[in-house]
């Protein structure tokens, strides 16, 4: 390097500078200046003929006018650079770079954009995963939206036996009206979803669905919870200013989930408030009004917590106006095939592969089982056995948690085994028909779905058999398995 230039170092940034802009200028695909105020003062030839705009026409323009998504006015708003992004234009994607340009105050005056190396080869590659990655995201974006949009719908609650129609029968009422419903049922039967669908269907759809859960929050903090603590409040450490649930919940609905394990004092506040529809948060004295619409759900017996005074009569007649039972799953055993196809289905949407099947063997299986965890237990058993296997057909030996499980093939499947888990009822008419319920199924899948040969297995006619099934109400069976 010639010595002058070395005691020049001005000379130099200025050299330097040129040959930066020199180099740009040529790799880039366009080159474009625009003035303090985003209006175009150069635009190179080859950039103007690649937008198909003359180039002397674009002086003095807006920016936009020439490229619509252009971004150099925020470079000149901001005086930030923007060092790489895509330009999408209306035919091509172009790789930019756009710079502030500073007086000598260092004052933006303008910005210039470089549109680089789009007919690059080694580019195309990036540019069509781009532009793949965008369609795939827009796809993604609309399935999340109709997700969303139909998620809690009476349609997401599974089952089509005679029980399940009956209890969406009753939520569809409930949802056209008001009055406040107590959904009753075991641990995992659905009493969430239910209500959530409930909301979802009825004139607050709109308006927010909000959970208080009796069983999961500290008694100490419950009231805090649903009243919330005012701002001007004397507050502990726990006791930061927020709204409560009920202030949430306006105009829509409040669910009480597991209500019977609220503490007696809080139940004659809440029935207060569920009466005169207001409140006053903690540490204020300025009255709330609300209008909230009560769901609440309970595993427990209420009408035995009431008689033992563990739960005040007044609140339980408050909540039970609409009352909807929901059955354990090994009452309504018909509805096991389809909730096992709609678990697969979703954990293979989750995983992103595709739906398990689930053989006849591991079906009657399942029925066996009493299911003490319902509708959640099943979906966390299929999702255990999709972990454990790579097979796509789900076999007995995949459910080696369910007792009776692993069954020899050579064993009459209709023999009273391991296979008929005793009734997890305690009334004896509904054990009894529970038991035959079971028998005459795995008869029938043991044969095919002839009935013919299963009320042979049995020892029995096949119009005692016809019988039976009608007395248990599994008509659907003898549809379902007469295709067969
Ligand atoms: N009939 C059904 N169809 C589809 N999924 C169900 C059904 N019942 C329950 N589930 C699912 O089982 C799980 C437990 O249901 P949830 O509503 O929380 O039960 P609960 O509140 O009665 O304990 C949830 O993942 C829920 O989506
Ligand atoms: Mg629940």
């Not at 200025?14 to 003062?41: H, P, Y």
């Not at 549109?115 to 795939?136: D, G, I, M, R, V």
């Not at 949009?149 to 029968?169: C, D, N, Q, W």
């Not at 080696?400 to 009734?423: H, K, N, T």
Request: with cysteine.
């Amino acid at each position: 390097m010639p010595p002058d230039l070395l005691e020049n170092p001005a000379l130099l940034q200025q050299l330097a500078m040129q040959s930066i802009f020199g180099c740009f200028e040529r790799l880039s695909e366009g080159t474009i200046i625009v003035d303090r105020r985003a209006r175009v003062v150069w635009i190179n030839d080859r950039y103007a003929s690649r937008l198909r705009v003359d180039p002397v026409r674009a002086i003095g323009q807006d920016v936009e006018a020439i490229i619509p998504n252009s971004l150099m006015r925020k470079v000149v708003e901001t005086g930030e650079p923007i060092l790489l992004d895509l330009l999408e234009t209306a035919d091509q994607t172009f790789l930019v770079m756009r710079m502030p340009i500073r007086d000598g105050q260092d004052q933006v005056i303008g910005a210039i954009g470089f549109a680089l190396l789009s007919h690059y080869e080694s580019l195309l590659p990036l540019f069509a995963k781009f532009s793949a990655l965008q369609q795939e995201l827009a796809t993604a974006n609309r399935k999340l939206q109709e997700a969303r949009r139909t998620r809690y719908t009476f349609s997401s609650f599974i089952g089509t036996s005679p029980a399940t129609l009956e209890v969406k029968r009753l939520a569809r009422r409930a949802a056209q009206v008001q009055a406040s419903v107590l959904l009753h049922g075991e641990t995992g039967t659905g009493k969430e979803l239910l209500a959530h669908a409930i909301h979802a269907a009825g004139p607050r759809a709109d308006r927010p669905f909000v959970v208080v859960n009796m069983a999961a929050i500290p008694e100490s903090l419950l009231e805090a919870e649903f009243f919330g603590v005012s701002p001007g409040a004397y507050t502990g450490a726990d006791r930061r200013p927020r709204a409560g649930k009920f202030e949430l919940a306006h105009r829509g609905t409040l669910f009480l989930d597991e209500v019977g394990d609220t503490p007696l004092p809080l139940q004659a506040k809440l029935l207060r408030v569920l009466q005169e529809q207001e409140f006053e948060p903690l540490g204020s004295n300025r009255v709330l009004r609300v209008d909230v619409r009560i769901l609440a759900a309970t595993s427990r017996d209420l009408e035995a917590m009431v008689a033992e005074g563990r739960f005040r009569k007044d609140l339980y007649y408050r909540l039970n106006v609409l009352r909807i039972p929901l059955p354990p799953l090994r009452h309504r055993v018909e509805d096991l095939e389809l909730l096992c196809e709609h678990f697969l289905d979703r954990s293979a949407l989750q995983h992103g592969t595709s739906s398990r099947e689930i053989s006849p063997e591991a079906i009657s299986l399942l029925r066996g089982h009493a299911w003490p965890g319902n509708v959640r237990e099943l979906a966390n058993v299929l999702e255990r056995a999709v972990m454990n296997t790579d097979r796509s057909r789900l076999e007995p030996e995949d459910f080696p948690e369910i007792p009776g499980g692993v069954r020899r093939p050579e064993e009459d499947p209709v023999r009273p085994g391991p296979a008929i888990a005793p009734p997890a009822v305690v009334d004896y008419r509904k054990a009894l028909a529970e038991a035959e319920r079971r028998i005459l199924t795995l008869a029938l899948e043991a044969s095919q779905g002839r009935v013919v040969e299963a009320a042979r297995r049995l020892g029995i006619g096949r119009a005692t058999f016809y019988k039976r099934m009608a007395a248990l109400q599994m008509n659907s069976k003898i549809r379902d398995m007469s295709s067969i």
